[in-house]
């Protein structure tokens, strides 16, 4: 029998054994982890989905900071995996979220358009609900007013159709990315505009990004918004609108990680 380097065979079994930790961590459930596993994951999967979400455009380096930012919020969905509270239980969410993904996720590529964007801001917007109405008149999935509706070329009378309103959205999304860019802290800003209106953001929030620092101000200005001084709609609900979108994402392209059964909720709608 012809001998084994030793060199040879120690780096193999290094190899092997590094390849067990890194599935081990990977199967590691976000309940489990420590809070600096927390963050790391968080950190991990948001660069992840960012650079999905722009096709590797100048995506969001998700640091620290951003981490720290979005966790509250992806605590408050997993307190909601298998386990009923005032809100619905997230799985039954995600399993609703499913049956629709496949239009909204056709829909946004049809536009050149990531379907995560689709996904995640129906998901924050309505969890999915099929035809709720806010105080303000907006309806549907998407939560679109009329006359949103009719700007992009829809019918008032189709706000809660699924594939006319997914038409609209991504037709708005398509403007606000031209009008702030498709890189991380564009898609990002287009995020918030979907939310707050593409002037307030343009008044308010773009004339803080200071160039070459425009991700850490973007974050700093999401994490502490009253500190800078923005109105109170940003500081009260559109800041927290980010937060929430990216936590939904992380969330939903990760159910295993939360104890929730099913595909990434992308899955869904792939071709």
Not at 175 to 194: C, E, I, P, Q, W
Request: aromatic letters at 8%.
């Amino acid at each position: 029998m012809r001998k084994i380097n030793c060199t040879a065979l120690c780096f193999l079994l290094l190899a092997v054994f590094s390849v067990a930790l890194q599935a081990q961590a990977q199967e590691k459930k976000y309940g489990d982890m420590t809070d600096a596993e927390r963050l790391t994951f968080i950190q991990q999967q948001g660069a992840r989905l960012s650079r999905e979400m722009t096709n590797g455009n100048q995506p969001l380096v998700f640091g620290a900071d951003a981490a720290r930012s979005v966790k509250p919020f992806i605590e408050a969905y997993a307190a909601r995996a298998g386990v009923q509270t005032r809100r619905e239980e997230l799985g039954a969410v995600l399993n609703r979220a499913r049956t629709h993904a496949p239009v909204i996720s056709a829909t946004y590529r049809e536009q050149n358009l990531s379907p995560l964007l689709g996904l995640y801001t129906a998901f924050i917007e309505s969890e999915y609900q099929d035809c709720p109405t806010s105080p303000y008149g907006a309806k549907g999935v998407f939560q679109i007013i009329p006359k949103t509706m009719q700007r992009y070329g829809g019918d008032p009378a189709q706000l809660c159709d699924l594939k006319a309103s997914a038409e609209v959205a991504a037709r708005y999304h398509t403007k606000l990315l031209r009008d702030f860019g498709a890189n991380g802290v564009g898609l990002s800003l287009a995020v918030l505009s979907y939310n707050q209106g593409e002037g307030k953001v343009k008044g308010e929030v773009s004339p803080r990004l200071n160039a070459g620092r425009e991700e850490g101000d973007f974050w700093s200005l999401m994490s502490n918004p009253r500190a800078a001084k923005l109105s109170d709609s940003l500081v009260q609900e559109g800041s927290k609108y980010v937060l929430m979108f990216y936590a939904a994402a992380i969330v939903g392209e990760n159910p295993q990680a939360f104890s929730l059964a099913g595909d990434p909720l992308s899955a869904s709608g792939a071709n």
